[in-house]
């Protein structure tokens, strides 16, 4: 069993800036620090719009967790067992191996998962935007649906294609419907002497009254004005009720049902279940209770 100093679960913000500064605080001593993430890079999840327009290429949103952390063991894979008490730590890497770990200390940060609700069609018709291959995938869906309209002379058929549907208003929707609405001005304009921007439909759905929900107001208000002087359709207090075949459906019944061939989930995070399943305390809402100095009580 290999013994570590400081096991750290989680390569997201959280995790790799706590291995960064624990090797800035260790620097020229001997403790032994062990991150596992299950991917071999971090995510600079800000700059996922951008990824996704390709206003910034992808591959300027990662960095290799081994660059970025020199002097910080790096394991990829996924904890299996994680016992606090016995500080003991089972690990699957990607070759399907079995790694037992011990640790003094433990530094917990798995991250979020999307939030998914039980909506009849949206596991179907629907894709996150969490991860730098669902940004990579929704622009080539973009372009490619630019391509299947410009092919067709059936104008409701063309609307179809051309229809964007984001579900969630916080910050990921907001600017990954903003940068995609650029990419296909910009688009047609370079390459799509037939279509023209009223073909495109683009629509935002919020539950809460406004957007950027737990935002400054004068944000969420700036970030109005700028997406309707866009043409983008925004529908707050809102929630999406089904999209079944691509059908969208939504609780604000003035707005008719209409066929969206891109749906977006964008509507929030939640914990992951790594916490709750080894025991630790979490609220309501799966979060783990901590002290000032983000320790677990007890």
Not at 18 to 44: H, S, T, Y
Request: glycine share 8%; net charge neutral; aromatic share 6%.
């Amino acid at each position: 069993m290999n013994q570590y100093d400081v096991l750290i679960v989680g390569g997201g913000f959280g995790g790799a800036f706590a291995a960064r500064r624990l090797e800035q605080l260790l620097r020229g001593r001997g403790e032994r620090v062990l991150l596992v993430a299950g991917e071999n890079f971090f995510l600079f999840s800000p700059l996922l719009p951008e990824a996704a327009s390709g206003t910034l290429e992808p591959r300027h949103a990662v960095i290799p967790l081994r660059e970025f952390l020199p002097r910080t063991a790096v394991l990829t894979g996924r904890v299996t067992a994680l016992d606090p008490a016995a500080r003991r730590a089972t690990i699957v890497d990607l070759n399907g191996d079995t790694h037992e770990v011990a640790f003094r200390s433990l530094i917990l940060s798995p991250g979020s998962v999307p939030t998914t609700l039980p909506i009849p069609g949206l596991l179907e018709n629907a894709v996150g935007f969490k991860t730098l291959p669902d940004a990579i995938w929704l622009r080539n869906r973009v372009l490619r649906q630019l391509d299947a309209a410009d092919a067709t002379d059936d104008l409701a058929l063309r609307r179809e294609l051309l229809t964007f549907t984001f579900i969630g208003g916080g910050y990921s929707g907001v600017e990954a419907l903003a940068e995609l609405e650029s990419l296909t001005r910009d688009a047609l304009r370079r390459a799509y002497p037939r279509l023209r921007p009223n073909d495109l439909r683009w629509v935002l759905v919020e539950a809460a009254p406004t957007l950027l929900p737990g935002l400054d107001p004068r944000l969420a208000s700036y970030a109005e004005r700028a997406l309707r002087r866009k043409a983008v359709e925004l529908h707050l207090s809102t929630r999406l009720e089904s999209c079944v075949d691509g059908i969208v459906h939504l609780s604000d019944n003035a707005v008719a049902p209409y066929t969206s061939a891109t749906i977006v989930w964008t509507a929030g995070q939640r914990p992951s279940e790594l916490p709750r399943r080894i025991g630790l305390p979490v609220d309501d809402r799966g979060r783990v209770p901590v002290d000032s100095y983000l320790r677990v009580p007890g």
